[in-house]
Structures are given as structure tokens and as C-alpha cells.
């Protein structure tokens, strides 16, 4: 599923100017739009990840999926525009991270509204699926199926009739 809108660097530094302690902006020259919340291992195009060691920042640098990065300044070391990537930078890199999801940005940048989307989802119309929840793969929603906030389902995946889900 492509996305229909991307976020720049300065929108997403405006959603969460007011949470982040000590916010660096890194590589802002980079060309890239943002258009969901992801994982450093994601294969979503357009993400934007935590990364909380130098593992998982070498892998989100690593990942082309991977279009912004948020982390620590110790996590980073190196703030340069050399950085292959562009880094946020706070204290509180996990509180920013999940004020960001929380925002919901890939109900924005995605129609999840509709009832099927790309052909990739087909949630029935009596389901009640939480703006905040992220929707990958192929995924089957049955009727009365309930899925409460903050839930990542990843498909090939099929929920039957009546279904309730919780983060």
C-alpha cells in the first residue's frame, strides 16, 4: 500500500517540539517524507523508527525502509550531515517515539478508512478498529471484531467473527 501523503522532517519536529528534552535536528537536508511509525527491521517504506542501542541504529541505517531516525545523542555519536540518515535527537527519544505513533501519522499518510484498501486489507463493516492501530500485510478482519488502541497487526493474517484484541 502506497502512502498518499508524506510528512517532512519539519512536520514531524512540529508534532513533537513541545515533548522532546534537548531535540537536534541531524541531516534535515536530506530529502525524505515520513509516513508511519515503524520497527529499525521494517520493510514499510517511508518509516520512521527508535532506535535505543548502536544495533538497532546500525540496522535502521542499514534498512532503505527507514527514512528518519529517532534516538539519543550517546546512542548517535555522530551528528553530522554526513550521516547517511536523518536524526532526532532528544533525551526522551521513547516518550517522543510513541507521542508520534500515538499522533496516528500512517492514519494520515494511509486511507485506512475504507472497508478494503490496495486489496491488501478487507475489514468488514461492523468491525471497530481503533485509529491508532497499524494495519501491515494482508489482513482479513471479521464481523464484531473489535481491535483497541495502540495494536500492530501484521499480516498474512485472519481475524475471525467477534474478536476482541488489546495491545
Known sequence: ????????????????????????????????????????????????????????????VENDAVSLIITTPRVAKLKSEAFPKPLLLCQNPDEVYYVLHNSAIHAESYDLSTTETSGEHHIDHTADIHPSVVLEGNIVIGEQVKVGPFCYLRGPIEIGAGTTIHA
Open 1 to 60: 500500500m502506497k502512502p498518499h501523503r508524506l510528512f517532512s522532517i519539519a512536520e514531524i519536529v512540529a508534532r513533537i517540539e513541545q515533548v522532546a528534552v534537548g531535540l537536534e535536528v541531524h541531516g534535515s537536508s536530506h530529502e525524505t517524507g515520513v509516513a508511519q511509525t515503524s520497527f529499525s527491521y521494517s520493510e514499510h517504506p517511508n518509516s520512521i523508527v527508535l532506535t535505543a542501542n548502536h544495533g538497532w541504529l546500525q540496522r535502521a
